[in-house]
């Protein structure tokens, strides 16, 4: 093979070590001070590996990206099997690492500012009917343990105020207003909101913080609603574990998680008349948009309804 003058290959190695060192760079600003959530970071972090190893195969660096090139990347990763959410995604990625770039000086243009972003599905989500959810809630458990109490509590908490795992494991003593029967709730974006919580909610917390907690506290736990057997703060895989127990223990569908919770929260609310723009508050969003595809599923459980009730339905 014959090298280019002045080492074709050498520069596009050093391309390519500058990139990489671009994206760690942007990759831990954006966790330090854009308060991009970690599993988030992770993505965008595999996003761009992607995006970077796809520029390399055509001699493109950084400063030379054209939009047509990012499109070019997404139509190779929809050939590859991505789905729209995904792309969608990766799109974000990448306006948020050329956005850096651009602000910090790095490059001259921005070729994401006119990438269109793949629209991702907006997939129905998976609600518990009535009946799996009291089943779920009420099945006993033998062991009346501490970390029973805590699982009883924190599945309350999870479809009775539609909290996200992430926000239930971060909790606070000092987030439960048990007068007003309010959590105080940290939301994405570190948005603050308050949610009410009902009278069995409210009972299996104060049942957890009475008789559980104060079982298996220690000074790592700080002042966390839900803590571990071992008295460290619940993370969020251990919300996850908790539900998947109680659901074994319930005998329903293996695939019932605390996102499952959430969307049946506020299915079960549209479904009975609850004002959207009050469970879009409820569950944190920042746009009615992405609270509106609950309408889809009143809508049918009124047709559904007007089906077996009505002489004509």
């Given amino acids: 093979m014959v090298v280019p003058m002045g080492g074709g290959v050498s520069k596009s190695r050093a391309g390519a070590t500058r990139a990489a060192r671009w994206r760690d760079a942007f990759l831990k600003e954006a966790s330090l ?28 660096t950084l400063e030379k990206v054209a939009t047509g090139d990012l499109i070019a990347f997404l139509a190779s990763r929809r050939r590859s099997g991505d789905q729209r959410a995904t792309r969608a995604r990766r799109a974000a990625a990448m306006r948020s690492f050329f956005g850096w770039l651009r602000e910090s000086g790095r490059i001259d243009l921005n070729p994401a500012l006119l990438l269109p972003a793949p629209a991702p ?15 779920l809630l009420e099945t006993p458990v033998d062991d009346a343990g501490p970390v029973a109490l805590r699982d009883c509590a924190l599945l309350e908490v999870l479809y009775g105020a539609g909290l996200r795992a992430s926000e239930a494991a971060s909790l606070r003593l000092r987030d439960i207003d048990t007068d007003q029967a309010l959590l105080r709730v940290m939301g994405k974006g570190r948005k603050e909101r308050k949610v009410p919580l009902g009278n069995p909610g409210i ?37 996850y574990r908790a539900v998947k127990r109680r659901v074994r223990l319930a005998g329903l569908d293996t695939h019932v998680s605390p996102h499952t919770l959430r969307h049946t929260f506020a299915t079960h609310l549209v479904q009975n008349g609850a004002d959207l723009r009050a469970v879009q508050e409820m569950l944190g969003h920042a746009s009615i948009n992405t609270t509106q595809v ?20």
Avoid at 33 to 50: C, K
Avoid at 123 to 133: G, H, M, Q, V, Y
Avoid at 297 to 311: C, G, N, Q, S, T
């Fill in 33 to 60: 001070e854009r308060d991009l959530a970690v599993r988030t970071r992770a993505a965008y972090g595999r996003d761009l590996d992607l995006l970077l190893r796809f520029l390399e195969r055509r001699e493109v």
């Fill in 121 to 135: 599905a907006q997939l129905l989500p998976k609600a518990l009917d009535a009946r799996a959810i009291k089943r």
């Fill in 203 to 239: 009972e299996g917390l104060r049942q957890w913080i009475k008789r559980g907690r104060p079982r298996i506290e220690t000074p790592e736990s700080g002042d966390r609603v839900f803590i571990t057997a071992r008295g460290k703060p619940l993370s969020r895989d251990g919300v």
């Fill in 294 to 313: 609950y309408t889809t599923l009143a809508d049918e459980h009124l047709r559904e309804a007007h089906r077996k009730h009505h002489p004509r339905g």
